[in-house]
């Protein structure tokens, strides 16, 4: 039983990379489509609904037949026929169809790896009979669950499959660096770690960590579009094509950014909170000033500073960017550094 | 106010609530675009007023912000350079490693981070600062809070969520429905007539600010009541040999930090023994030698003459004994010995205390004889609970139980230092005054010793005998007056930070009116001060409510939505 759990593990993870890695081509795929697209360009039907509206169809299709090769392909497909304004138009809004397509495959496949990599996770759990953060490998497929998770759940909230790209890479390099080079069989846990207050510790932290990711990405896309926006603004003539300027513009952006933070910020005070109850049961302090528990403290506070940096004059916009970005660092240093160099009690990683 | 001045448009200042729908009630959160903050220098002024330019500028949400970077930085040494109070054999060891940055590094704190002078002082002014920032929001809260609906902005069409109609209920009809709708989804609500004119306006969402309020108070809860439980607690570590008792007295620690207010008379006078210590690893698989766990049978008696009681101390389940809290926080084996002197008398008898080196518990200890005649004696070496014989030909211990207990011992022969004056560590031998027992040819000897064995030193010496083994406890004993204190002030400020992440304050005006053809014309308009929430669907909903199933009137209840819904009301209630 468990030796099946355990196999079953690690094919879902395996799975999971592979799909991942399908869907982050997709992506890819969206963007190069999207590449020479004008910020403002539409999709083949509403380029159609426009031009019924605009012009006399017949016209329409006389010129269109002459002129363009993809709008007499598009009638040999029985397509629409599109209008007057330019073939580039024409093929520009089969472009924005095609990349959308890409797009929407993308997410499909990023659900499909969400589930397989769940099953993974909470295959290995039930493998090892506790929970599956006992060592970097298993933080790293749990941590990149809660990544995705959280991406999906903004997709639906608030529509940001322009994360796709990024976030899908992301997901790629921790499941491969976790496959390949953190790969663990399954060990228990050493008694410290057999705590409901560990369990609710380390949950939320994940949870909180998978926004932190999402909101870093999100800062770092803040940050090219609102680049790409001053340059724009400063050369009027400067082309506004490519998938970033089809994103939504810097602010919201930048909204986004700021609720993912504000969601995650409360969930990681609670869990410091969770952590420091824990060691007080495990060791009889609430809080030693371990190097774990420093970094999560500068996490902590780093975050508070970018908070407040939204609300400082001239610390707004892109200042605030970079000191989210700052404790989004702080954060993987805490994960990654401490857990490989660091000594003190927390230091469980397994390596 | 300085801070006011500082915050561009479009964020929360506390100052707004008390006001009408201004230019800081935005719809979406519009913060950026603020103006650069321009600090005036301070003026060359009398006292009161450089006080107060003082006070001003470290109240600040600017000063707030670099404080933060600066707790945050200056956090960052003491996880990268050992400290003493969470691993003082670190400290040693980078002392020996690094000895001409010692100075340096002991004068700025650098082994005790957390509780230097710069630490505190940051530590201090970000205290002051909050302070600083919560009196007067405070009192801009108390008043906001008790303020009424700000009044409807002339141009109720100009904001985002807005809609209008007409309707052959009178203007007054109209406007009690919607205020008893208002009221009944907890807004504060007021209701007023300007020229004939019907205003209802209504506000919901004080909780932001008082969220805001609690957060940062309750961090202040949190940082004093840490300072209180440090002030009057105590924290001690003991290690205890099975069987042995533990007095809970000053003498009985080997390590005691009390609180600078901490009155020794009131360590609590129970006894304990350790009557038993199991341990377990895994035998088998991948996570071979890990622990699986580790408990202590305990015999606690509270007070002398109290019932004793049996108790599994064991990690993660500590022993409270009247507010003092004993914790299971680690164990070792404590080797066994007989060591006879030079005249054949036993010098020692007893387990001896060894720590453990590494995960397979390879454990360094020291012994001493100082009865020994006619020559104390000492001995220094390792324990290996299963000895083998590793890569290198070096001795190893290759698993973390005892299934294989070695003894491999250096004897001395001499002047164990003791009579010196400094108290000596029981883990350290002072070598100086003493002679090392070596072979034939002059190279030191290794006493190798099995369960049972004896090795004879020579020269009439003496010699030493490997009993076996016990295991020790190390317990942690700590008492935390007020613990809580700092656990509520957490929670409190959890739940703060929730109402001011995501209380979303909202503005809303019905405006009812009778046009010159008699009919009454209905107007909806919301305001919501952060982004997140939806105003136009609130919209929607009070219209559907007030316009009932009465059905379609006749006008058009257009959401005549902007693109940009910036709407801000620059003409400003002119009701
Ligand atoms: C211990 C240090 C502090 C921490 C950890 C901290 C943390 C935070 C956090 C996380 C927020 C965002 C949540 C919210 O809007 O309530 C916030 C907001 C705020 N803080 Fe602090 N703070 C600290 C000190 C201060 C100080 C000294 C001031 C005074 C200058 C201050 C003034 C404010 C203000 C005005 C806001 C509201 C910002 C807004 O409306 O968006 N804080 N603080």
New interface residues.
Partial sequence: MTETMAHLSNNAMYAATIVYTLAMFCHVAEWALARSLPADAVADADAAALAAAAAPASAVAASAVVTSSPAAEAMSTGRPIVPPAAPRTRSAADDVERSDRYGRIGLSLTVLGVLIQAVGVISRGIAAQRVPWGNMYEFAITGSLAVAVAYLFLVRKYHVRWLGLPVTGFLVLVLGIAVIVLY?????????L??YWLMIHVSSAAIAGGAFTVGAIASVLYLVRSRLEAKAAANPDLPRRGFLWRAPDA?SID?VA??VH??A??LW??AV?CG???A????????????KE??A??TW??Y??YL??????????RAAAYVALCGYA?FLFNFVG?NLF???FHTYSGM | MRRQS???SG??RPDDFARTADDAYVV??Q???????RRPLPPALRPIEFARWIWRQLTS??T??VL??L??LA??P???IP?T???PS?VASFKQRHPDLVTLFDRLGLFN??SSVWFGAIYLLLMISLLGCIVPRARVYARAARARPPKAPRRLDRLGAYETWTTDESASEVATRARGLLKSQRRRVDAYDVDGTQVVAAEKGYLREAGNLVFHLALLVVLVG?AVTGLYGF?GRVAVITGNSFQNALVSYDDFTPGSQFDIANLAPFTLTVDDFHVSW?RS???RG?????DADLTVTDHPGAQPYNYDL?????LDVDGT???L?GHGYAPVVTVKDGDGNVAYSGPVIFLPQNSSFLSFGVIKAPDASPTQLGFQGYFFPTADICTGNVPCSTFPDADNPVLSLIAYSGNLGLDKGAAQSVYVLDTQDMKQIKTADGKPRALILSKGETADLGDGVGSIRFDGYERWAQL???R?PG?LV??VG??A??AG??GS??VRPRRTWVRSRTDEAGRTVVEVAALDRV??GDPKAHVAEVVARLRGPTGPDDADPQPRSQPKPEAREDEESST
């Fill in positions: 663990r069989p399954i060990s228990p846990l050493v008694p410290a057999h705590s602010e909204r700021y609720r504000a969601f910020f409360p005070t609670f909170l420091a109850i824990w007080q049961y495990a060791w009889g302090r609430f809080w030693g000033w371990d190097p420093v970094w403290f500068i506070v780093a508070a500073a407040h940096a939204r609300a400082t004059a001239g610390w707004q916009g702080t401490i660091g000594s003190g | 500082e915050r561009p964020v929360s979406g959160e913060q950026g675009g603020g103006p650069p903050d949400m600017r707030a912000l933060l970077f707790l945050a956090s960052i003491g996880s990268l400290q109070r969470i691993s670190e981070v957390y840490v924290k895994a698989g991948v996570g890990t622990p699986t766990g580790f064991r990690v993660n389940h500590p809290s004993v914790f926080i942690q004993v700590s935390q613990k700092p656990l957490v929670l400020a959890i930070l929730l992440l995501f982004s997140g």
